[in-house]
């Protein structure tokens, strides 16, 4: 099947219906490009906050179970992607700096 979509000005695109479909996203999902051979492969992470219950409660903690190969693999690609985009999922607080007195 080939699905088409058209490039804006600002590099924006809609991805086809039938592309998020068959990658199952919504609304703040994220996509990651895999570039192979000339040809893009689209992946989607579709964790949603609710399903992050738990998986905190040994934060600070040596876990239990050593971590993975694949895991730390996932971990790097996830921290490439972020900085390539320049966007890393997280809103920062910022307050006025008060001006410093002399």
Same mark, same amino acid.
């Given at each position: 099947?080939?699905?088409?979509?058209?490039?804006?000005?600002?590099?924006?695109?809609?991805?086809?219906?039938?592309?998020?479909?068959?990658?199952?996203?919504?609304?703040?999902?994220?996509?990651?490009? @895999?570039? +192979?051979? =000339?040809?893009?492969?689209? *992946?989607?992470? %579709?964790?949603?906050?609710?399903?992050?219950?738990?998986?905190?409660?040994?934060?600070?903690?040596?876990?239990?179970?050593?971590?993975?190969?694949?895991?730390?693999?996932?971990?790097?690609?996830?921290?490439?992607? @972020?900085? +390539?985009? =320049?966007?890393?999922?997280? *809103?920062?607080? %910022?307050?006025?700096?008060?001006?410093?007195?002399?």
């Amino acid at each position: 099947m080939i699905a088409t979509s058209k490039v804006t000005k600002k590099n924006q695109t809609t991805l086809p219906r039938v592309v998020v479909e068959a990658l199952g996203v919504k609304p703040a999902d994220r996509i990651y490009y @895999e570039i +192979e051979d =000339g040809r893009i492969v689209l *992946r989607s992470k %579709t964790e949603r906050l609710a399903d992050l219950r738990g998986k905190f409660k040994n934060f600070g903690r040596k876990p239990e179970t050593p971590v993975s190969v694949e895991q730390m693999h996932e971990a790097v690609q996830e921290a490439v992607a @972020e900085k +390539e985009t =320049g966007f890393s999922g997280r *809103r920062r607080m %910022t307050k006025p700096r008060k001006a410093r007195e002399a």
